[in-house]
């Protein structure tokens, strides 16, 4: 029998056959045997915790959390045509979900029309196509949008699509004052991580000041940015890396509005953030609970905010596409469950569960209801809705929230000693680090150092028990044929005008906001509005990967 | 018989997508196995991935793919191969394909898929296995 460690006794060495020679977190962060007050030397509540709802707000942005409100439940959701995607929010809505999410199709990211020959085999598969104000109407028709909070997952054309939302809403009676939703709007990440990139750096970076400063402007209760570490993690980040180039491209953005002339707690309380959710339930909540942190210090040390509102991070989790598995789909629910727990542990804002046949295609009816039960079992049944940040005080949660901090810290000196977010990404920075931790992380899996039950560890050769989704090619043509129709019968001279008027604007620094909603207005496609900024802005092409 | 030669392959990325994990960790195990490998690049058509492989002379191409536009993409890919005489070339893709779709693909060209979950240590010892090398 092994003997009881003292407090303060580190890793006694080996433990019994079949276990890990050393244990880490998921990210690779060596953790100890045990944890005791020994770890927490110096460690002082007001500065390194501070009560719920105060500064630095590690233990939550509000003093009640979800005793006073859930959070909200936000299921990311779009595929096939406009009037496919709208009958699933629908019956989205009708189960209980309370917030909308929309996901675009990868034309529509790109800044391409359905009837484009690159668009050709990928219309409506990754999300729903829209390419112009009349797809907007029929995406959102008969929804409550003064109600109900709409996130829209959408970066390069941003501005666009979140124009066209803005006129539909408009045409439905909506004030602009009143509604609330996000757009991601994160062209950073996109760069970094996920790559649906358009424009170079500089011309995409005033896309977004433009609409953060028309939003802070007209759309007061907007989130104008969502600013994401999600992608950065799914591209094969750590941790770590993850909430420090986050909140790195934070600083950026704030730097930027600015240089544009405005005070940081004229736009700063609308940021919002995205983050990821892991395996590993304590990494992930440390990781939530250092963010709030350090992005608290930041906005008030860094950039001197005033407004309470200005330091606190509000974000959006989802749960970890990467961690999901294409063998026994089932245990991905599994999966899914302790990340959402790490998500509400953490303190998150909204929440997308994924659905366990999401390594395989979208998400069928069946199982995104499932997952967002899984939600609700969370909320309503577990009894962790009823406490506020209730890990707090464990040696272990305290010790890795002050070593993610620091790491985190580490990463700005250096983004900061290249020149920034911008300088750091056409340098290759963030993309080369996140490229060694997830070759690292395949390697290690591959060694069997890191276990994925039903992948290199208790395989089965079992059937696959799911119905995948799968989208009618017949979408496409649907979509060409309304694209034509609407050529046909638009006023193609004012669309002409208000096209040239938008390419002369862009080669001013006048804000674009009010010259892309023209556009809009007339029916113009999103296709047409990049090409015109295409043309003035030019297009990116990343630096090669050697 | 070892022939003198490196393997070289071209690791393409077709289509919109943007998500480069897989296909950057596929290029890097490739090298860490002694090939040679030209990666191309992000939403490359598939005019631009056969003049590629042409101009490269390369063995093997392993195509990347995530986005469901696999039935689209590859068929145009494996023609043209054919049209500019490289029905040699090993075809491989890797990404998000159902199993439905595997035989089609087959039929087209393609040497084998690798679903989610498969190991850079199969996709090395499958191309080492049945790359045709012109000596």
């Given at each position: ?344 542990l953490g303190g998150s804002q909204s929440l997308h569960t994924n659905s366990l046949d999401e390594a395989w ?186 | ?135």
């Amino acid at each position: 029998m092994q003997k009881a460690l003292k407090p303060g006794e580190r890793n006694p060495g080996k433990g019994l056959p079949g276990r890990p020679e050393k244990f880490t977190t998921l990210s690779g962060v060596p953790v100890e045997t045990l944890y005791t007050e020994a770890d927490l030397k110096g460690f002082a509540y007001s500065r390194d915790l501070g009560d719920p709802g105060e500064f630095p707000f590690t233990r939550g942005i509000h003093s009640t959390m979800y005793q006073g409100k859930l959070w909200t439940m936000r299921q990311f959701s779009g595929f096939g045509s406009p009037g496919d995607t709208n009958r699933r929010l629908h019956y989205l809505l009708a189960q209980g979900q309370t917030g909308l999410s929309i996901a675009f199709d990868l034309p529509t990211l790109m800044g391409y029309d359905a009837d484009h020959s690159l668009a050709e085999g990928e219309v409506g598969k990754c999300g729903v196509a829209v390419s112009s104000l009349a797809d907007m109407e029929t995406l959102l028709a008969g929804l409550p949008l003064e109600q109900v909070t709409t996130s829209m997952t959408i970066n390069s054309p941003a501005a666009i699509v979140w124009a066209m939302y803005l006129v539909a809403a408009e045409k439905n009676g909506a004030d602009w004052k009143k509604l609330s939703g996000t757009t991601q709007n994160d062209i950073l990440k996109e760069y970094i991580a996920q790559k649906e990139y358009i424009f170079p750096p500089a011309p995409s970076m005033r896309l977004v000041v433009d609409s953060i400063v028309f939003s802070a402007r007209e759309t007061p209760r907007w989130n104008p940015i969502s600013i994401s570490g999600y992608h950065i993690r799914e591209a094969g980040s750590t941790a770590v890396q993850e909430l420090a180039f986050t909140l790195r491209d934070g600083i950026e953005y704030v730097e930027w509005v600015r240089r544009a002339g405005l005070a940081v707690d004229d736009f700063a309380p609308r940021l919002s953030f995205f983050f990821n959710s892991h395996n590993d339930l304590f990494e992930e909540v440390a990781k939530f609970r250092a963010a709030r942190k350090i992005w608290a210090r930041v906005m008030r040390e860094r950039f001197g905010a005033r407004d309470p509102r200005s330091w606190r991070c509000r974000f959006h989790t989802q749960t970890a596409g990467c961690s999901l598995t294409a063998q026994q789909p089932y245990n991905n629910m599994v999966r899914t469950t302790i990340q959402a727990l790490a998500g509400v542990l953490g303190g998150s804002q909204s929440l997308h569960t994924n659905s366990l046949d999401e390594a395989w295609a979208l998400p069928t009816e069946q199982t995104a209801t499932l997952a967002l039960r899984t939600q609700q079992v969370i909320a309503h049944e577990s009894g962790v809705a009823g406490r506020v940040d209730p890990l707090a005080g464990s040696y272990f949660v305290e010790k890795l929230t002050l070593e993610t901090e620091r790491a985190c810290y580490k990463y700005f000196e250096k983004i900061d000693a290249l020149g920034g977010m911008v300088a750091a990404v056409e340098e290759g920075f963030p993309q080369r680090e996140i490229h060694e931790a997830a070759y690292a992380y395949q390697k290690a899996v591959e060694r069997r150092e890191k276990i994925i039950v039903g992948v290199n560890a208790f395989a089965s050769e079992e059937e696959r028990p799911v119905d995948i989704l799968v989208i009618d090619e017949n979408v496409a043509k649907h979509q060409r044929q309304k694209l034509m129709e609407l050529k046909k019968t638009r006023d193609n001279a004012r669309v002409q005008s208000t096209l040239e008027t938008l390419g002369g604007a862009a080669s001013t620094d006048r804000n674009l906001m009010p010259y892309i909603l023209e556009c809009v207005r007339s029916y113009a496609t999103l296709g047409e509005m990049c090409e015109v900024l295409r043309r003035v802005f030019g297009t990116y092409e990343e630096p090669a990967f050697r | 018989m070892m022939p003198d030669r490196r393997i070289r392959v071209l690791v393409a990325k077709p289509g919109l997508d943007g998500h480069d994990r897989g296909a950057k960790i596929v290029a890097r195990a490739l090298r860490d196995a002694g090939m040679e490998v030209i990666y191309t690049g992000l939403r490359q058509t598939p005019e631009q991935i056969a003049v590629a492989a042409l101009q490269e002379d390369v063995d093997a191409i392993g195509i990347s793919i995530l986005s469901g536009a696999h039935n689209t993409i590859v068929p145009r890919i494996c023609q043209l191969l054919h049209a500019e005489g490289m029905q040699d070339v090993l075809v491989i893709v890797g990404g998000i394909i159902p199993d439905e779709d595997i035989p089609k693909l087959k039929e087209a060209g393609v040497s084998a898929v690798f679903q989610p979950g498969a190991s850079t240590e199969m996709i090395v010892e499958f191309i080492r296995g049945h790359v045709k090398q012109t000596a």
